[in-house]
């Protein structure tokens, strides 16, 4: 008699772009699959041994009602697939005794000021930092601050509240914009990382983003995506994204050695990590170090050994599978993530299928609705959708989605 499929539990935000991708890996492993969310889904009472509904702001309690639902119906591995439950899925796999990184490591990659202060205590090359908290008087902070300099969240992704400011007016002005962000509806932090924000020098250089696989504490690089457009802000919405990376293979040697360092000073050992870092003649300098993939549709660029997936290749690993190679293929790929340009309504897309016709472009992804209220960073974190180009070369890859981004019109009213 055949012995049931494993069991994997997938944790997904309502707010995730990952679902389907992560659910499509599922379902081609052949794996018996739960469904985790925090709000509860109106097929969970048909089907309650594959969705349950977990509060992703309480780790220790969603780690408790897994472990009930566990009793009866075993689970074999647990993913989360994007920053709000890297510290819940570590919970739940050391509750069940399943393969993941400690508790306290995914909670410092999670709050940017115990990152860094880890990374400090390590000796990681990254910028100096302070924290202050909504409570002190910005203006006292911004006469001794070093400028230029960035003001960020704790806890929040996708560039959301990065401000740079220049001078002590802008201190002020990015201080209380940050504040009101932490007070909008839409954002869901609390404790420290809702009474504080983060201060830091500005690095200057070019930037890069490193997507990686930690086995054992060991750190394999499955793609160095190079950052083409300039990050210099005031705010830092990333557009392209282009693997290989056209650096020295010194360079990008180093940039893997200060990512491995990172993660095993934050004590990162199994699993994606997604590492963001600046170059300049300094050497390697790391901005961000994520316990998760990357985000947003980007997963769609990266294809592995025989055309397997980012997914495929995480939830492997988090099953003790064997993985057959974990190489990239060869062709240059990239993404951009398409930014909203400006606060309204949107009405219309102009462009699509001219877009989509530009030579190397493989896909145009409008995630953006129509009727949808558009936010632009740094208050929101949703992009209008996603260019997906793949060439033989990385320049040509560039130029193909920079052409097809040309052909798109969004047509958005006021708000």
Known sequence: MPSPPERLLLLLPTTTYRTQAFVDAASKLGVDLVCASERPSTFEERAPDHLLTLDFDDPAAAAARVARFAATRPIDAVVGVDDLTTVVAASIAARLGLKANPVAAAAAARDKREMRRRLHAAGVPQPRFTSLALTEDPARAAATAGYP???????????????????????????????????????????????????????????????????????????????????????????????????????????????????????????????????NERGPWVIEVAARSIGGLCSRTLRFGTGMTLEELILRHALGWKIESLDRERRAAGVMMLPIPRAGRLRAVHGKDAAEAVPGV??????????????????????????????????????????????????????
């Open 362 to 415: 493989e896909e145009v992804a409008i995630t953006a609705h129509v009727g949808q209220e558009l936010v632009p960073l740094p208050e929101g974190w949703q992009y209008l959708g996603f260019v997906f180009a793949r060439a033989e070369t990385p320049a040509v890859v560039e130029r193909a989605l920079r052409a097809a981004h040309a052909c798109l019109a969004f047509d958005i009213a006021d708000p």
């Open 149 to 279: 300099c960035v003001l960020k969240p704790l806890a929040l992704s996708a560039s959301r509240g990065v401000i740079r400011a220049n001078d002590p007016d802008g201190f002020v002005a990015a201080f209380r914009r940050i504040a009101a962000i932490l007070r909008r509806d839409d954002v869901s932090v609390s404790g420290a990382a809702a009474d504080a924000l983060l201060v830091e020098e500005f690095v200057p250089g070019l930037e890069v983003a490193l997507e990686g696989l930690l086995m054992a504490g060991g750190l394999q690089t499955l793609a160095l995506f190079d950052k083409p457009d300039p990050l210099d802000g005031p705010f830092f919405e990333e557009t392209l994204y282009v693997t290989p990376s056209r650096l020295p293979q010194d360079v990008q040697e180093r940039i893997a050695h200060v990512t491995l360092r990172a993660c095993a000073a934050l004590g990162l050992t199994e699993g994606p990590v997604h590492a963001e870092l600046r170059i």
